[in-house]
T-cell receptor
């Protein structure tokens, strides 16, 4: 039982490049979330999903897209990376909305 | 939408003393209040949570209290130890068709040996 697995763990991009972050959970959770964490800013919700095939915007969705084609996977895409998107990205999942969230180890993304 | 404030932003205590972190929320319909601990370079992990039908919950040295009328909830850590040093996040959410949890900005706790 691996819990929540994020890939990659580190990545450096050039401005304008695109990439996809992958989150996988093996707990059969309905809800999945993508957060970004910047120094002094806490955890800010980018997008989330309440079930397979659904997505919804969080607090800071601009510049990101997501997909939840399979229940266990939640993908976060950056179509044209910008330096302002340099951050640590955390994926999380929960059984339902009002349940504890389980976090992955994070992806440290730097955009030059 | 929901807004969660958290105070203080930094807190230093002597080992063995108690630490209290307070959060306020704006949405009176919020009914789930978790607390997460994040050690340096690690993932956030749930340490305790409380629901709106309960006023207080304890787990060993950690307790959470909830005041629904005043819309605030607090984390209490007694007999602090160096390993309690971390960033603590409070959060709030409500049960709607599109539930989501809103996190506070975090409190950096340092326990001085």
């Amino acid at each position: 039982n691996a819990g929540v697995t994020q890939t990659p763990k580190f990545r450096v991009l050039k401005t304008g490049q695109s990439m996809t972050l992958l989150c996988a959970q093996d707990m059969n959770h309905e809800y999945m979330y993508w957060y970004r964490q910047d120094p002094g800013m806490g955890l800010r919700l980018i997008h989330y999903s309440v079930g397979e095939g659904t997505t919804a915007k969080g607090e800071v969705p601009d510049g990101y897209n997501v997909s939840r084609l399979k229940k266990q996977n939640f993908l976060l895409g950056l179509e044209s990376a910008a330096p302002s998107q340099t951050s640590v990205y955390f994926c999380a999942s929960s059984l339902q909305g009002n349940q504890p969230q389980h976090f992955g180890d994070g992806t440290r993304l730097s955009i030059l | 939408g929901e807004n969660v404030e958290q105070h203080p932003s930094t807190l230093s205590v002597q080992e063995g003393d108690s630490a209290v972190i307070k959060c306020t929320y704006s949405d009176s319909a919020s009914n789930y209040f978790p607390w997460y601990k994040q050690e340096l370079g690690k993932r956030p992990q749930l340490i305790i949570d409380i629901r709106s039908n309960v006023g207080e919950k304890k787990d060993q040295r950690i307790a959470v209290t909830l005041n629904k009328t005043a819309k605030h909830f607090s984390l209490h850590i007694t007999e602090t130890q160096p390993e309690d040093s971390a960033v603590y996040f409070c959060a709030a959410s409500r049960r709607t068709s599109y539930d989501k949890v809103i996190f506070g900005p975090g409190t950096s706790l340092s326990v001085i040996p």
